[in-house]
């Protein structure tokens, strides 16, 4: 019969059977109770520790669930064939500490939106009316997305963006980067990507495995030749609204970059239309997939993390006809990655008219915004300030004639308490032909109240010394 | 000055200048405007058209703003450059009807839970409480997932199942699946996969570059030196609560896995703690990630689809400090994939206590079901039927001693109404080893008074004939 050193503390969280657990697992796991053991008798432990017996018994129960012990009529409990000691984890390493905050006065990034303008009441009504009047969105919904849903955004893109599909085209992730991740290892091949260009993109297609070629864009987007002369099988742009540049694509190159994917089997073009909601003059270009026609050869991506809230996580894509059997056979098993109520509720918002007057909000609010700031800025830097973009999207680019230099300005920028981005810092490849002297200003997430400080902040930051 | 052939409609849904913007750019991109073609004049068109003149302004600005007109001073509209007509689109693919739903009488598939269970108002009240009062779950949040949720999950399966954790660890993802496919592509390396298993996990695995190679399972779990044969660097395994044969891995093979994991650099176990919530005897198997440390070799998944609800989109991870910088390396910049309003009102169902008495109330409910249908059978078949993994999870294995094969187990079954699986077709290699007359049996998704029903359709459909 074995002595057992055991220290129980009768006034820890732990409950004791699972302090008694621990104990003797421990001593099984590092051999000091040795196979074959027998230990003492439930009573005798109890007595000798000042346990009640159940306690005991349930350690012991435990252990034998677990393969610790083994329970034998009349001979009690025994130790099981542990083959060694554990080797030694090493020493935990610390936990890191999270990164500092900086506390900006001016937000000009690019990813911000206007979250004060969130519809929270209509939102908030319809996520309640859901919650209680249908319990079946609680199960397994269809795996490419809510039929509402997926209806409601065919017929909107159809209407708005020219978009040109069936219900089964559509599908609904957890944001662009999700699905373009899946698109990467559907398309495969090689892809070219605009430069200037979204980083995050290509971050996510490399990780896919797919590789990337950057393209310079000229001032009307990817240019057809440069594409062929990549080799790429796969184009990602954005002819809306170029980012960060804001170039919009002329319909005579659009067309050109669909002759180049007709040209040759299983080439794709993937059209980010991230936010060609915001146009601000007659009304946005169709997208490039209407031109195209629902089996074309572009696959079209939209989000609502612009239009809603950066933190709703919904991303429509449609899927060109010849790519349903291709997308069905690899994911065809993956359930949805968007909450069922939240699904529903934007289904709901477009279909009862709610989508298109918050957008049609948006747009005024958003239009005055740039227009003041454009304003402030020129005033502010009279016959010195160029911007570009301003006809569609939530950035401007901003060039100063004459400026102390990209790194320059954003040091300085920042360390007027303004968070912006060089130009220079989307060139994926030759930074040598990024323009001098310009930032892009995003003014989605900038208080209108803010503006007239923000530009004397830049005023004064940039100022020739 | 060109002749126009144009045929608009006047009472239909799309604007006149919508329909006029069409009819030209259409002509223009088919060729039949040449380039350099002069358009009639605002007025002179509109006449001759009955326009007003705003409708065909409107309609050269769109068509000069997509760069299909030139406007020169006093010259008018002029066809710009359009190099040739597109190719013809191929005919549109007719849209595929969808799959006929069969209205099952009985589910015991393992994919449902009982929705009706759902703590609808307690949800509902904190999810309405946040929208109004938390206007920043707006904005972008924490890309490993909201600080209050990671805190409360990273509490929970420290108390609940022995995860050793710190906050940094911590990762939130929409769906255990989304999850490991990035894990897939973090880890690479071939990866051992329990023989019976999960499909979907394989198909992922497979999705995202990963040889899978299946190794039979014993009355232990995978068996270590199978796996040190297989070559696999990684390894996916449900220690607790094996799908689908419901064996509880005991903690000396679990110590043996793990000495597998450190015997060689790089090497990985995936565990996929999917169910092990429902635990109905002394209480739940405390993970093996909590035997290996949290600089172990173990990757800890766990869903909240089950204690929950199937629709809402929540896992969590649980990554080894070793990998921390791997995972910044080539995740960092991903968004999350989860709405913060969900990760907060889950935050707080945790935080509050709502989450443990929420499972104990589903522990009892789901405990009292599967006595109650094991009795059922068990008085169906009299002495004829034997059943598996009774302590844990959500589905029972059921033999039919002498039954009529599990194909006609199967059919019949599905011909009487009752959705179920046999468990070959959980077999991903070797099916000749599975068990004769054997199916899965889910009950979480079966309504208690069915149960009679249920068993008596059981009891006709496989009756000996």
Known sequence: MVELALHLDPVADTPLYEQLYGALAGQIRTGRLAEGTRLPGKR????????????????????????????????GFRVLAWDGPLPAAPAPLPE??????????????????DTGLFPFRTWGRIQKELLYSSPQLLDHGPRQGDEELRRQAADYLRAYRGVQCGLDQVVIGA?????????????????????????????????????CIPVDIDKGGL????????????????????????????APRRAQLLKWAMAAPDRWIIEDDYDSEFRFDIRPLPSLQGMAGEDGPVIYLTTFSKSLAPSIRMAAMVLPRP???????????????????????????????????????????YKQRMETLAEALE???PGRVE?????????????????????????????????????RGYYLARPEHCPENTVVVGYAALP??????????????????
Chains 1, 2 share one sequence.
């Open 44 to 75: 005798s432990l109890a007595a000798s520790l000042g346990l009640a017996v159940n306690t005991v018994d349930t350690a012991y129960q435990m252990l034998v669930a677990e393969g610790y012990l083994e329970s034998r009529e009349r001979s």
């Open 96 to 113: 890191p500490p999270a990164a500092p905050q900086t506390a900006w006065r001016f937000d000009l990034s690019t990813s911000g939106v």
């Open 175 to 211: 944001g662009i980067e999700y699905l373009v991740g899946l698109l990467a290892r559907l398309l495969g091949g090689a892809a070219a990507v605009e430069n200037p260009g979204y980083r995050r993109t290509v971050k996510i297609l490399e990780n896919n495995g797919v590789e």
């Open 223 to 250: 240019p057809p030749r440069a594409l062929e002369a990549s080799g790429a099988r796969v184009a990602c742009i954005t002819p809306s609204h170029q980012f960060p540049t804001g170039v919009t694509m002329p």
């Open 323 to 365: 790519l349903l059997g291709r997308w069905q056979a690899m994911y065809g098993s993956y359930s949805s990655t968007v909450s069922r109520f939240e699904q529903e509720t934007l289904g709901r918002f477009i279909r009862d008219g709610h989508f298109t007057r918050h957008l049609a909000r948006l747009r005024s609010q």
């Open 379 to 381: 005033a502010a830097f």
């Open 387 to 423: 911007l570009q973009g301003r006809h569609t999207g939530l950035h401007l680019l901003l060039t100063l004639k004459d400026g102390p230099g990209e790194t320059a300005m954003v040091d300085r920028a920042r360390a007027a308490g303004v968070r912006l981005e060089g130009l």
């Open 448 to 465: 209108p109240g803010d503006i007239p400080a923000l530009a004397e902040a830049l005023r004064t930051a940039w100022q020739k010394t």
